[in-house]
């Protein structure tokens, strides 16, 4: 009997996953049309490859919440980088992620605790005082800083040369890519976010997605002799 529940739990669960699938897909239908990156077939082999290695996924993104929960915020950015490093290697090598590897970029603690801290003080000051600065500043940060952790993990970057590459990948391109790169990972994360558990899903799907459209643009950049980063 209790098999029988455990299994009709899992179809549920496997339905809402399909929903929300053909819910994101068709959200961004329009966009992606005019678009020149494939960002359907990014978005299909996020989701095949985030079912494919769902349980380790989920484990490690609960993990990474508390984690984050118990540390009042401060583990934030370095365990993330940690949990980008992971996913980065489970898209390359087909490798499982690891909880200790939410620590394994430790030696980035400093600089993303530093750098984080100054732009939450600067969004928080703007929607302070006029709101619109505020919002302006966490938008422009996302979209200039979107491949400025793995930029550090993969490539061994300097946050200040992160943040500068990070920028000449944006603007790889059509600057509508990346205008619709920044609208599918928070689409995603806005998904997730409304309850608790659906973040479990979204976060690594998010991720993903991201560190897929990161692998297409360094490629690109690798193919070209790295001229953009100039």
Known sequence: MADKKAQTGENEVLKLLLILRESLLQAFKEKLEICSMDFKTHL?????????????????????????????????PVTFAGYTQSILLMIRQGREPRIQDL???????????GF???????????????????LLIALATVFI????????????LGLFDAIKKSYSLALQGALVDHLVVVIIFIGIHAVGSSV????????????????SV?????????????????
């Open 44 to 76: 299909i082999d996020a989701w095949e490859m985030t079912l494919e290695f769902i349980a380790p996924l989920i484990i490690i993104t609960l993990i990474m919440f508390v984690v984050w929960f118990l540390s009042f915020g401060i583990l934030v």
């Open 116 to 134: 984080g801290i100054m732009v939450c003080a600067a969004t928080v000051i703007g929607l302070i005082f006029f709101v619109l600065p505020g």
């Open 103 to 113: 620590f394994s970029q430790l030696n980035l603690f400093l600089p993303l605790l």
């Open 196 to 211: 608790f558990i659906g973040s479990l899903f979204t976060q690594p799907l998010a991720t993903i997605f991201l560190l």
């Open 145 to 156: 800083c979107l491949y400025v952790v793995p930029l550090m993990i993969d490539k061994n």
């Open 214 to 230: 990161y692998e297409k643009k360094t490629n690109l950049d690798s193919a070209s002799g790295g001229a953009l980063s100039d």
